[in-house]
């Protein structure tokens, strides 16, 4: 009987007899063939290597946040967190690095030099050079340590709620839309009643927002008011589709109130995504403190609002002294992960600009609100917000 290497001397021989005289071996039977040359205990290193990586991957858990409460903020003190992706079609035959300095400008491309080589962005769960191409299926993972804005401190008020569905006054500042009428499903089922309901071509769903906008109200949209719209919208939104369902008529109703010379709400009734209502108030009538669709920053408040958050940041010990981050000294045999990631983070060493600039801001309060939602034959609505009433500080 012959021993292992010996069939493999015969089988290294036989796949090199067979390429060179080319006697039909499909690629697929040639492909066997080298993996059966390599070594059996080589293969079994390759396996438990493998499970190795699985195993490690699952291991990352992010531990709880921890939350604090100073002058009326909310704030989650930063966290280690792993950003996980398969590579998407922009990055097929790319460099590592050039992708990430180029779509992911948060940090500089020192960051991201020191990040891939300590292996703190992976490929495969591989710590890869700089000028690795990144192909269809690779696994990008970046670990870093995460600091996200700070929020409305105020208690939410709860609307309705049953076995099913809880029903919330959200407060400015907190992710999904400004704030307003918020549904959360409690349950799969019901999450799909919600969602089949909203999706409806029967529009079985219907919303009302109020919006604080700016620009001089028209009394009657005639041809020369369309005309000056879809002129506004073209400048301020490349991708606009303005219609007008029947003559001198346009989606969005007229104001519901006005509060000065250059302001007023509007009550607009909507079937489709609050991105809808948006793009529609590009057309010369932008929501009036957001910058992003033509509007002001309203200073009102928000001048003295980046102090306070960094004060109550400081008053947390959050933020730390700002000395200049340091990537040349690897981690340390006493540092935990999450004290060395602090350490080399670039967020966490940019004083008070880390608190979050007049821009980033703005998004914390922008005046569009959902006032009411309608779908399933229940209706929910709240309260209206401050800025919809009359104001001599706007």
Known sequence: MEDVDTK????????????????????????????????????QAKK??????????????????????ANGYRMVEPYVYEFRTFAKERWFDRELLEIFTKEFGANSPEYYKFAIASGRISVNHKI????????????????????????????IEVVYEDNDLIVVSKPPSMPTHPCGVVLLAKN????????????????????????????????????????????????????????FPEEGA???????????????VWECHEDGKPSETLVRLLIGFPIANDPCYGGELHFGESAERAEEIAAAKRSKGV????????????????????????????????????????????????WLHALEYKLDGQEFKVPEPSWAAPSSEY
């Open 250 to 264: 346009i989606r969005i109703s007229c104001p519901l109130r006005c509060l000065s010379a250059r302001d007023g």
């Open 128 to 155: 890869v050079p700089a000028d690795t191409t990144i192909k269809n299926g690779d696994l990008i993972i970046h670990t870093a340590h995460r600091h996200e804005p700070p929020v409305s401190g105020v208690e």
């Open 319 to 366: 933020l730390p002294p700002k000395d200049p981050v340091d990537f040349s000294t690897p981690r340390e045999e006493t540092e935990t992960e999450e004290e060395f990631m602090k350490r080399t983070c670039t967020w966490c060493y940019v004083g008070e600009s880390e608190a979050f600039n007049e821009t980033q801001l703005h998004c914390s309060k922008i």
């Open 48 to 69: 438990r290597k493998s499970k190795r990586d699985a195993k490690s991957a699952n291991r990352f858990v992010a531990k709880a946040p921890k939350y604090s409460f």
């Open 8 to 43: 493999a001397v015969a089988v290294a021989v036989a796949t090199e007899s067979a390429v060179k005289e080319g006697d039909g071996v499909s690629k697929r039977q040639l492909k066997k063939m080298r993996r059966a040359e390599r070594d059996p205990a080589e293969r």
């Open 188 to 243: 799969a089922t019901k999450a799909k009643t919600l969602s089949l309901c909203i999706g409806n071509a029967d529009r079985q769903a219907s919303k009302t927002y109020l919006a604080r906008v700016r620009g001089q109200f028209p009394d009657a949209l005639d041809s020369a008011v369309q005309e000056k719209m879809v002129g506004a919208a073209k400048a301020n939104c490349s991708t606009s589709i303005i219609t």
